[in-house]
């Protein structure tokens, strides 16, 4: 029998205080008939952008659907969520956007939240 060690993800010595990279939206999983209108292969939809979040600064908006963050590809929000605690605060991110069934790409500046 051969075992495999995988590394977990550093964690800070407190999760409750520490900050993490956020781009201040809420997004869930498009459903079947949104991926058959829009033809998308996946995505984050957002459904909630917060006023003055990262998204809403880079000019995201509410129904954009997340392709994806610099080169990682997202198939679903809870790859979007892994693909931000890679990162940090303050870190620049090419953000490729679906909006309306067309791609858009911008540049955001990942926020804070805790």
């Keep these: 029998m051969s075992l495999a060690v995988v590394a977990a993800p550093a964690f800070p010595a407190d999760p409750v205080t520490a ?3 956020s781009l201040g939206i809420v997004t869930r999983d498009p459903m079947d008939f949104e991926r058959e209108m829009w033809r998308l292969e996946g995505g984050a939809w957002i459904v909630r952008v917060k006023p003055d979040g990262a998204a809403s600064r880079a000019g995201i908006a509410l129904d954009d659907v997340i392709a994806s963050l610099d080169d990682t590809t997202i198939a679903d929000s809870a790859s979007l969520v892994a693909a931000l605690g890679s990162r940090k605060p303050g870190d620049k991110v ?3 956007i679906i909006r309306r069934g067309h ?3 911008m540049d955001a500046t990942l926020g804070a939240t805790r």
């Design 94 to 96: 090419r953000v490729r």
């Design 19 to 21: 900050e993490r990279a």
């Design 103 to 105: 791609p858009v790409e």
